[in-house]
């Protein structure tokens, strides 16, 4: 298997844990790909005031559940943090799980108005989508 890179846009919020990505199965997108969205942060020399460069920051990871022929729709796949230090196997034992990270639009790049459990979008922004895609001509392994 290998991964596919698809840069895009989002084109749309739909609602608080879905949005639409100008990419779709002309551009190769498949239900179930991987798509995360970054934030730019500049690192500037604090001495001489020169800009050191950019540093891309994960911000949030969606999956593609709907595919269409110059779009697709990804959900937020990111749960927000526990409010406590609640170890993963408590989660696991007792089967409880954080909510899901809430979409915001936003109008600008700044996250002065951070919230927890909110990630502010704007559209236009960048969206990178992977899609894993066999070599062609292999079959696959069999399971045992």
């Avoid at 730019?40 to 001489?48: A, E, G, L, R, Y």
């Amino acid at each position: 298997m290998s991964t596919v890179r698809i840069d895009g846009a989002v084109a749309e919020i739909i609602d608080e844990h879905q949005l639409a990505i100008n990419r779709g199965s002309e551009h190769g997108v498949l239900v179930g790909a991987r798509v995360s969205l970054y934030r730019s942060v500049v690192v500037t020399d604090p001495d001489t005031k020169e800009d050191l460069g950019t540093v891309r920051l994960r911000k949030l990871r969606l999956i593609v559940n709907h595919v269409q022929d110059r779009l697709c729709v990804a959900r937020v796949a990111d749960r927000r943090p526990s409010e406590q230090e609640t170890s993963s196997a408590l989660r696991v034992i007792t089967g409880t799980q954080q909510p899901l990270i809430r979409i915001e639009r936003t109008t600008s790049s700044a996250d002065s108005n951070w919230r927890p459990g909110v990630v502010g979008v704007q559209i236009g922004e960048q969206a990178r989508i992977e899609v894993e895609v066999g070599d062609p001509g292999k079959e696959d392994d069999p399971p045992f």
